[in-house]
């Protein structure tokens, strides 16, 4: 058996002001039979380790008391290709990167209304309201009073092959809207500080265009198939609510919130469509901060 390549990195933390981290306890690993390197940062928030890599991947996490997990990746240039293309004198290249990780500090998690939302939009070609603060459809299909988000998918289902839905998103008020925000995945999950989206939501970039959709369509057969998905994988969203205005038209009250993930939906048959999203709410007027308290969620359990 031919001996994996050796690779070494260091890894620079730093904050959220790009101030390093030193004395941080970090892991870092190669895939070798398991091993991990073990240590702290030194005074400019690196520490550097080595390893046999038989993947070209060298993966890195902190996880410490008062600071959010954090977890990376690097991909040394063409891991997965032969050996001999990139490897000099048994080493990965580019010998020794310093990859740039940043922690971010648990400072001020508040309640706040989370839910993953797993339910059926009623009815095709028909709209139907979403109350947040309540986490169910709009009275008369559920025990919901306002209308947050308003749903409506259009389509047709033959069956899982042959189908065509179009999922449209309105917002009640004119101020109301939602900011989309993508970030990096690792193996399946957001990559880098579990605390992957803003610490406070915008103040201003909000679509006020009250109209978003996505689509999904599957036309199999007669040497002509065709699949669509708007769907995205790493993209999230931060949006507005309730939004109230003066007479300039500035808004002065309103609630903000956070969408973990794309909204997913599928089938617009007579039963409607499925529908699956997972936000965050903060249940103060003009309170922008998203750093959610998991051991304070508004909805009970």
């Known amino acids: 058996m031919v001996a994996a390549p050796e690779a070494k990195i260091t890894l620079r933390l730093v904050d959220e002001s790009d101030h390093p981290w030193s004395n941080m306890p970090v892991r870092i690993g190669f895939f070798e039979e398991g091993k991990q390197n073990i240590g702290v940062t030194d005074s400019n928030g690196m520490f550097s380790a080595g390893g046999l890599a038989i993947t ?22 063409k891991a997965g290709h ?19 990780m940043l922690v971010k500090r648990v400072v001020n998690p508040t309640p706040m209304y989370s839910k993953h939302v797993e339910t ?26 306002v209308s947050d988000f308003v749903f409506r998918v259009q389509g047709y289902w033959q069956d899982y092959r042959n189908n065509d839905a179009i999922l449209t998103l309105s917002l ?36 006020f265009t009250n109209k978003w959709r996505k689509a999904r369509k599957q036309a199999m057969g007669g040497g002509q198939d065709e699949s669509i998905c708007d769907l995205k994988e790493g993209r999230g969203y931060l949006f507005r609510v309730r939004s109230t205005v ?18 997913d939906f599928g089938g617009s048959g007579s039963n409607g469509s499925s529908l699956v999203f997972t936000y965050y709410l903060n249940p103060t007027p003009n309170n922008r901060n998203l750093e959610f308290d998991p051991k304070r969620n508004l909805f009970k359990k």
């Open 56 to 77: 070209g991947e060298a993966t890195f996490s902190v996880n410490e008391q008062g600071y959010y997990y954090s977890r990376g990746v690097y991909r040394f240039p």
């Open 82 to 100: 032969r050996w001999s293309d990139y490897v000099k004198d048994d080493k990965w290249q580019p010998w020794n990167p310093v990859v740039t």
């Open 120 to 145: 059926m939009i009623p009815a095709t070609n028909t709209a139907f309201a979403y109350d947040l603060m309540v986490g169910d459809w709009v009275h008369p299909n559920g025990r919901g009073v």
């Open 172 to 207: 009640s008020k004119p101020k109301d809207g939602l900011i989309p925000l993508d970030y990096e995945m690792l193996y399946g999950n957001p990559a880098g500080s579990a605390l992957f989206m803003p610490r406070f939501a915008s103040e201003e970039g909000y679509s």
């Open 246 to 263: 003066n007479e300039a038209g500035v808004v002065t009250n309103a609630y903000y919130g956070k969408i973990h993930g794309d909204f």
